[in-house]
Protein backbone atom coordinates (compact mmCIF):
# COMPACT_ATOMS: atom_id res chain seq x y z
CA UNK A 1 0.00 0.00 0.00
CA UNK A 2 1.17 3.46 -0.92
CA UNK A 3 1.29 6.26 1.85
CA UNK A 4 -2.05 7.28 1.51
CA UNK A 5 -3.61 10.00 4.22
CA UNK A 6 -2.61 9.77 7.47
CA UNK A 7 -5.09 10.59 10.15
CA UNK A 8 -3.22 11.49 13.67
CA UNK A 9 -6.06 10.92 16.58
CA UNK A 10 -6.37 11.25 20.19
CA UNK A 11 -5.57 8.07 21.85
CA UNK A 12 -9.08 6.84 23.50
CA UNK A 13 -7.66 3.31 25.85
CA UNK A 14 -10.39 0.99 26.33
CA UNK A 15 -12.77 1.27 29.26
CA UNK A 16 -14.58 -1.08 31.16
CA UNK A 17 -18.67 -1.86 30.10
CA UNK A 18 -21.13 -1.91 32.81
CA UNK A 19 -23.03 -5.61 33.03
CA UNK A 20 -25.92 -4.19 32.01
CA UNK A 21 -24.85 -3.52 28.87
CA UNK A 22 -22.70 -6.36 28.69
CA UNK A 23 -25.73 -8.72 29.32
CA UNK A 24 -27.35 -6.84 26.04
CA UNK A 25 -24.70 -7.40 23.86
CA UNK A 26 -24.07 -11.32 24.89
CA UNK A 27 -27.81 -11.32 23.48
CA UNK A 28 -26.72 -10.38 20.19
CA UNK A 29 -23.63 -11.90 19.02
CA UNK A 30 -23.08 -15.38 17.46
CA UNK A 31 -20.44 -16.30 20.39
CA UNK A 32 -19.82 -15.41 24.24
CA UNK A 33 -17.18 -12.20 23.79
CA UNK A 34 -13.55 -13.07 24.33
CA UNK A 35 -13.65 -9.27 25.54
CA UNK A 36 -16.19 -6.30 26.02
CA UNK A 37 -14.75 -2.85 26.37
CA UNK A 38 -16.22 0.88 25.61
CA UNK A 39 -14.69 4.71 25.01
CA UNK A 40 -17.27 7.36 24.98
CA UNK A 41 -19.53 6.84 21.80
CA UNK A 42 -18.89 2.67 21.08
CA UNK A 43 -19.37 -0.26 22.69
CA UNK A 44 -16.41 -2.77 21.52
CA UNK A 45 -16.49 -6.64 21.41
CA UNK A 46 -13.50 -9.21 20.67
CA UNK A 47 -14.69 -12.11 18.94
CA UNK A 48 -13.13 -15.45 18.71
CA UNK A 49 -11.72 -15.10 14.99
CA UNK A 50 -12.34 -13.49 11.80
CA UNK A 51 -14.44 -16.28 10.18
CA UNK A 52 -17.26 -15.06 13.31
CA UNK A 53 -16.40 -10.70 12.47
CA UNK A 54 -16.85 -11.78 8.89
CA UNK A 55 -20.02 -13.79 8.72
CA UNK A 56 -22.09 -11.84 11.27
CA UNK A 57 -25.12 -10.76 10.46
CA UNK A 58 -26.60 -7.56 12.49
CA UNK A 59 -29.31 -7.54 14.36
CA UNK A 60 -30.13 -3.66 13.53
CA UNK A 61 -32.70 -2.88 15.44
CA UNK A 62 -31.21 -4.97 18.52
CA UNK A 63 -27.89 -2.57 17.97
CA UNK A 64 -30.11 0.13 17.12
CA UNK A 65 -31.38 0.60 21.08
CA UNK A 66 -27.71 0.86 22.20
CA UNK A 67 -28.20 4.94 20.38
CA UNK A 68 -26.35 6.86 20.86
CA UNK A 69 -23.83 4.07 20.93
CA UNK A 70 -22.39 2.44 18.02
CA UNK A 71 -21.31 -1.42 18.52
CA UNK A 72 -17.79 -2.48 17.29
CA UNK A 73 -16.58 -6.21 16.64
CA UNK A 74 -13.08 -6.88 16.02
CA UNK A 75 -10.64 -10.67 16.06
CA UNK A 76 -7.43 -11.44 15.18
CA UNK A 77 -6.58 -11.47 11.62
CA UNK A 78 -4.96 -14.02 9.41
CA UNK A 79 -3.83 -11.64 7.30
CA UNK A 80 -3.81 -8.14 9.57
CA UNK A 81 -3.20 -7.90 13.23
CA UNK A 82 -7.12 -7.75 13.55
CA UNK A 83 -10.16 -7.05 11.53
CA UNK A 84 -13.01 -4.92 12.79
CA UNK A 85 -16.93 -4.56 11.67
CA UNK A 86 -18.86 -1.57 12.76
CA UNK A 87 -22.60 -0.50 13.08
CA UNK A 88 -24.50 2.64 13.95
CA UNK A 89 -28.11 2.15 13.04
CA UNK A 90 -29.11 4.63 15.71
CA UNK A 91 -27.17 7.58 13.93
CA UNK A 92 -28.41 6.10 10.63
CA UNK A 93 -25.44 4.51 9.79
CA UNK A 94 -26.22 0.30 9.40
CA UNK A 95 -22.88 -1.09 8.73
CA UNK A 96 -19.94 2.10 8.24
CA UNK A 97 -17.59 1.11 5.88
CA UNK A 98 -13.71 2.00 6.70
CA UNK A 99 -13.83 3.99 10.32
CA UNK A 100 -11.02 5.87 11.11
CA UNK A 101 -12.00 7.16 14.71
CA UNK A 102 -13.04 3.54 16.18
CA UNK A 103 -9.22 2.60 15.74
CA UNK A 104 -8.77 5.31 18.57
CA UNK A 105 -9.75 2.38 21.06
CA UNK A 106 -9.10 -0.89 18.67
CA UNK A 107 -5.42 0.26 18.14
CA UNK A 108 -4.23 0.61 21.70
CA UNK A 109 -6.25 -2.70 22.71
CA UNK A 110 -4.67 -4.66 19.96
CA UNK A 111 -1.46 -3.00 20.79
CA UNK A 112 -1.32 -4.17 24.18
CA UNK A 113 -2.78 -7.52 23.56
CA UNK A 114 -0.24 -7.99 20.86
CA UNK A 115 3.14 -6.13 22.29
CA UNK A 116 3.21 -3.97 19.45
CA UNK A 117 2.62 -0.49 18.32
CA UNK A 118 2.46 -0.86 15.00
CA UNK A 119 0.01 -2.87 13.57
CA UNK A 120 -2.04 -3.58 10.22
CA UNK A 121 -5.73 -3.85 10.27
CA UNK A 122 -8.68 -4.79 8.15
CA UNK A 123 -12.14 -3.19 8.48
CA UNK A 124 -14.29 -5.99 6.22
CA UNK A 125 -17.23 -4.36 5.62
CA UNK A 126 -18.50 -4.89 2.30
CA UNK A 127 -16.14 -2.43 0.93
CA UNK A 128 -13.77 -2.86 3.15
CA UNK A 129 -10.10 -1.12 3.97
CA UNK A 130 -6.80 -1.20 4.89
CA UNK A 131 -5.07 0.73 7.55
CA UNK A 132 -1.61 0.80 8.81
CA UNK A 133 -1.98 2.10 12.77
CA UNK A 134 0.68 3.04 15.12
CA UNK A 135 0.13 3.99 18.63
CA UNK A 136 2.39 6.86 19.27
CA UNK A 137 1.72 7.94 23.00
CA UNK A 138 -1.08 9.37 23.55
CA UNK A 139 -1.80 9.66 19.62
CA UNK A 140 -3.01 7.33 17.33
CA UNK A 141 -1.62 7.43 13.66
CA UNK A 142 -3.71 5.69 11.33
CA UNK A 143 -2.42 5.78 7.68
CA UNK A 144 -4.62 4.41 4.24
CA UNK A 145 -5.92 5.04 1.20
CA UNK A 146 -9.34 6.96 0.16
CA UNK A 147 -11.46 7.63 -2.41
CA UNK A 148 -13.68 10.66 -3.32
CA UNK A 149 -17.34 10.21 -2.58
CA UNK A 150 -18.32 13.54 -2.49
CA UNK A 151 -17.43 17.41 -2.08
CA UNK A 152 -19.14 20.00 -0.30
CA UNK A 153 -19.11 23.41 1.35
CA UNK A 154 -19.68 24.09 4.56
CA UNK A 155 -20.52 27.75 5.77
CA UNK A 156 -20.12 28.64 9.08
CA UNK A 157 -22.39 31.49 10.60
CA UNK A 158 -20.20 34.88 10.92
Known amino acids: MGRGYQLDLP???PQPVEEELN??????LPQRPVASFRNFENLFVELADETT?????PDLLRI??????GLVIT???RAHDFVSRYFVPG????????????????????SEKLGKTHLSAFQCSQR?????CELAGDRVLI??????FMKAEIYLPD
Open 91 to 110: AGIPEDPVTGSIHATLVPYW
Open 143 to 148: TGRAKT
Open 64 to 69: GRFHPL
Open 11 to 13: CFP
Open 23 to 28: SALQAI
Open 53 to 57: VRSFV
Open 75 to 77: APG
Open 128 to 132: GGHLL
